[in-house]
């Protein structure tokens, strides 16, 4: 299997399971979808260091909008931990 | 998430199709194929690191014998044809090899250990060429064993593979003679159960 076939497997599986996961355990919160698939999505790319210079750079970029949305909901949440 | 993924792994692939660069690998193939036949040189190609050469690490084919690597000279010029010797017969061809061009792309040079030519082939094989699923390295004083597991080149029984080694071989050959800074021969190299086993005779 090629390198970018088995990534997008990889990627494709870990979003199955982590969803269905979510689902059965907290179902009414969007935030947590989003936070846990953009971790699973950065881990499993840092697995896959060996993909090609230009490939790492596109994932790179997508993972820094996806870690700014992270920080986002966190910063968000935080907030609403404090003012309550 | 998975949609952008998909298209910033699509737009990553390389300009030029499979189809070409195949051309363009047989093209060069043949072209020194038919050179090495018409000289009728048959002897196995040694791997030089980059400072044995001018810049960039080339295989020598000896037009005549094997030649006694202590008398390689210090510097060989970077022409086709060459003295490596002082003696009137030793001459050969230096050639550039896929692996040549490949050891520019990697970020840093490799120790001259197994884990960093382990780390330096698997990133050219599968991350930059996709041409093998996984690369295992083993090293011992005077030779380097190296299994490729999934290879999608094979080696086959022609004059350039015969002088050259497999594609494959030679790009593991040129990674591994300029990470110990020693010229290598491919010893042997077999395709067994989906494995391409590759041992490097290392020469000093």
Known sequence: ?84 | MIGFTCVALANARPYISPEASELILKTGMENISALLEELGVRNKAIYLPSSLREGRPQALIPLTGTPDVAHIRSKIPGRLVVRYGDGPGDMALAVTTPGSINLEQLETKPGPNATDIEAAVTYVLTGLLDLANSVTVNITETEVRVEVSGPRLHYEDIWYYRCLGSPIASIVATIACEALGKPLRIAEEEYNRGKNNIRLEVLS
């Open chain 1, 1 to 84: 299997m090629r390198a970018f076939n088995r990534y997008i497997l990889f990627l494709v599986l870990a979003a199955f399971a982590v969803n269905t996961t979510i689902a059965f355990t907290s179902p009414n919160d969007l935030s947590v979808y989003f936070a846990v698939n953009v971790i699973t999505f950065l881990v499993i790319t840092v697995l896959h260091a060996y993909l090609n210079p230009r490939a790492r750079r596109s994932l790179s970029a997508i993972g820094i909008v996806l870690f700014g949305g992270f920080l986002v909901i966190v910063i968000l949440k935080a907030m609403e931990v404090l003012s309550n």
